[in-house]
């Protein structure tokens, strides 16, 4: 007996019927990525029908230039990126987009999925007419930090506080040019 082939890795848009797969990638990604970073009982009670919740908010509300894109295997969800113009404040209002998150399922890191969405997500903000883009990491979150700078982005110096309930945690800016093959390139298949 043969096993079906298995079908192919490919990034597409989302869409209100991810919300749920999105959030379960959010919390694992935010559990991984912040123990240690963020109080233990914070992370603890991250809630996956909460985030996904607020994930079908988001679509309600999100403008015509912001995207959110989903690395998707073996029809699984097991990364996303989401992006727009940078929030006033936050990024490089006026001449920049903003990559405004990206989380890679724990289970699935190591395999391209991150790359391969940053990639998209610089291409996409290029399409939108965007010179620059900018992200914002957590200062201690060195795995983070060492994953932008081997694919180019670059710390420009600008750090703020980022509050949550119970706590804050200061945060440091990353940018990038988008001008170039690496983010008006051809994009990858799938």
């Known amino acids: 007996m043969t096993s ?6 490919r990034i597409r848009p989302a869409v209100v019927a991810d919300a749920r797969s999105i959030a379960v990638v959010h919390v694992a990604g935010w559990q991984s990525a912040y123990a240690g970073l963020l109080p233990a009982a914070l992370l603890a009670g991250l809630d996956v029908d909460r985030r ?13 230039s912001m995207f ?5 295997e073996d029809g699984q ?3 996303f990126v989401s992006g727009g113009p940078a929030r006033e404040g936050a990024g490089l209002p ?4 903003e990559v405004y998150a990206i989380y890679v399922d724990p289970a699935y890191q190591a395999r391209g999925a991150g790359t391969r969405l940053l990639e998209a997500a610089a291409r996409r903000l290029a399409g939108l007419g965007y010179a620059r883009a900018s992200l914002w ?6 795995p983070a930090r060492g994953f932008y700078e ?7 110096g600008t750090e703020h506080e980022w509050t949550y309930e119970g706590g804050s ?6 940018v990038t040019d988008l001008a170039g093959p690496r983010a008006t390139g051809p994009a990858r298949p799938g």
């Open 4 to 9: 079906a082939p298995e079908s192919p890795a």
């Open 52 to 64: 996904a919740a607020r994930w079908r908010e988001r679509f309600a509300e999100m403008q015509e």
């Open 68 to 72: 959110v894109l989903v690395f998707e």
């Open 77 to 79: 969800i097991r990364a």
């Open 94 to 97: 006026g001449v920049g987009g």
């Open 137 to 142: 990491v957590l200062t201690e979150n060195t």
């Open 150 to 156: 081997s694919r180019g982005w670059r710390w420009d």
């Open 169 to 174: 945690s200061m945060e440091v800016r990353y």
